[in-house]
């Protein structure tokens, strides 16, 4: 009886996380610049912090941030913030020495820390936030039961993850990698500009 509920769910769930954002731009820099299995860490990070957000959806805290500015614009500033933080690092990208274009595309990245990155990027995003306090209290009829919106939420996670290492897939490719280990530090700070627009964009967002 909740199959037409859980359709419009994941519908809704297709279309934002197919949209191109913070996440994204994570996961498509950890895949070219250090390959498939950093790139498909941090999709697993992004997935995880799903798990964050339905948890204090599903426990009525989304509701209590949705009506505090103060901790709106807390959470909003920390995302700011280490978006910007991690912008700037890929902005002091250097060129590589000649004969060294391979080597920095095999880079060493150890699982913690592509994890983190991409469990950090969705984690502290409030418009993740807001997206998932709107899923479950507007789409979500409130009578669901708890278990069946549970189950809900395993599936975006699962989803999420899923789609991220399919996109990590992609950019992880040898023929995609060889293309930017040319060009590798004007990827790096293009993504970095990506990341500082994203997080001042998040800075100056508003509660609606």
């Known amino acids: 009886m909740y199959w037409a509920e859980f359709l419009t769910v994941a519908l809704i769930h297709l279309l934002a996380v197919a949209s191109p954002g913070p996440d994204f731009a994570v996961v498509v820099r950890e895949s070219v610049t250090h390959g498939r299995r950093a790139g498909t860490w941090t999709a697993f990070g992004v997935g995880t912090a799903i798990f964050l957000h339905v948890g204090y959806s ?23 913030a280490y978006l910007v933080y991690i912008g700037f690092k890929a902005l002091r990208a250097r060129p590589a020495a000649a004969g060294e274009a391979v080597q ?43 278990l069946v919106q549970a189950g809900y939420g395993v599936y975006l996670a699962l989803a999420t993850g899923l789609w991220f290492c399919l996109v990590a897939m992609l950019f992880s490719q040898a023929r995609v990698r060889a ?6 530090h004007w990827f790096d700070r293009a993504m970095g500009a990506v990341l500082i627009a994203l997080g001042i964009r998040i800075a100056f967002s508003e509660m609606r």
């Open 179 to 184: 293309t930017f280990a040319r060009m590798g």
């Open 58 to 80: 599903l426990l009525g805290i989304g509701l209590i941030v949705s009506q505090s500015i103060m901790l709106f614009n807390a959470l909003k500033w920390a995302a700011a």
């Open 104 to 146: 920095v595309s095999t880079v060493e990245r150890t699982p913690r820390a592509a994890w983190i990155a991409g469990f950090m990027t969705n984690g502290l995003n409030p418009k993740a936030t807001l997206f998932f306090l709107s899923l479950f209290t507007v789409v979500i009829d409130p009578h669901t039961p708890l």
